[in-house]
């Protein structure tokens, strides 16, 4: 069954960090990301990483999230640190190339001011 797996969400004080796990139906060795989606606003991305183990970020969490993968156990991770309130929502990940899998549960991340 094709089917992602998002982990480690949680409740969390602003400042505090979280490791979002992802576990992938397939190879990951291609672009895969991490998005969110706060309550009533659109899913939005929040880092992405290449093939080659490269990352990029939106400037929003640029210097706090950190994008990691083991590609023999087809995990991806997110590591999330100095969390700030408006982090809150729910996080997915999916592959972008050469499509996306169908889009798994999420996993909810809520920090408190």
């Known amino acids: 069954q094709v089917q992602l797996v998002e982990s480690g969400g949680g409740l969390v004080q602003a400042g505090g960090s979280l490791r979002l796990s992802c576990a992938a139906p397939g190879s990951i060795t291609t672009l895969m990301a991490w998005y969110r989606q706060a309550p009533g606003k659109q899913r939005e991305w929040v880092g992405s990483i290449l093939d080659d183990g490269s990352a990029s970020y939106p400037d929003s969490v640029q210097g706090r999230f950190t994008i990691s993968r083991d590609t023999a156990k087809k995990m991806v991770y997110l590591q999330m640190n100095n969390l700030k309130p408006e982090d809150t929502g729910d996080y997915y990940c999916?592959?972008?190339?050469?499509?996306?899998?169908?889009w798994g549960q999420g996993t909810q991340v809520t920090v408190s001011s």
């Open positions: 999916n592959r972008i190339f050469p499509q996306p899998w169908p």
